[in-house]
């Protein structure tokens, strides 16, 4: 067991490694984020100026084919890397699909096992293709290259009753810009990163769990405090997701706020100074508030 986490240990700090080796890369075009239209779950792709290709969570089982299509189209046949926040089916559900048009470089999700068919299913695929999951945690980065990293900031505890508070939080830096990616991450998890001092200053946030109101904080959101906000979210949903408290919040702070359940797909682009959003399949720009 200790000889194995050693191993893991190794592997992962290749693999981190190994992804600064392509530091050399050409960088061309901007940083594109797309928060794709997945209802009521997460899917965030991530196409880096050196051609590097990431996915975050990867939406429910139903919105599978839908993200497979979406690769397709832009050419995508390998994942440099898979970052699951957390193991709930609306974060995991299109793995299992995903891994059979797909390669994977690199598999990331917390330590923690759940009971569910879909996480058994996905565990069953991984064993299948022989993919090792990396269980990172606060402190890891993946070094994309010298003007790009994305880092675990959290959470930053081992224990949570919650499950959504294991969620990874990310922060994507490039150059002068900064993303922050809640995955599911509540109210504690907010909270602890504020009490250990973490930098979450970030121009863009990605809100937590789909917007509900079981966090997003004034507090947190005040030190994240951000220029723009996403919300993954869906149009159909039986729980008043997201929250009025939360867009409450958001208006409050005045932070122009952009959700996949009123304008389908966004994308947000960087060149490491300047941030632009764009949705829809036209990819039209997008220069108003969209808060309602
Ligand atoms: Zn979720």
Known sequence: MYHMRIMTCLLLCLFLIGFSCSK???EEGPLKIHFIDVDQSDCIFIETPNHKHILVDAGSERYAKKVTQYLQNKGITTLDAMIITHPHHDHIGGVPSLL???KIKAFYMPKM???TKIYRTLKKSLEKKNIMI???KAGNNIEISRHLAIDFIGPVQGKYDNMNDYSYVLKLVYNHNSFLLMGDAGEQSEAELLFKHVNVKADVIKIGHHGADTGTTLPFLKKVNPE???????RHNYKSIPAPAVINRLRYLKIPTYRT???GTIVVTSDGNTISFYYGDALQYIDTLVNE
Not at 228 to 234: C, K, L, N, R, V
């Open 113 to 115: 096992t759940h009971h």
């Open 24 to 26: 050399g890369q050409a």
């Open 228 to 234: 723009a906000a996403i919300i993954s979210t869906g």
């Open 134 to 136: 990396f269980k990172a």
């Open 261 to 263: 359940d009123l304008l």
């Open 100 to 102: 059979n048009s797909f």
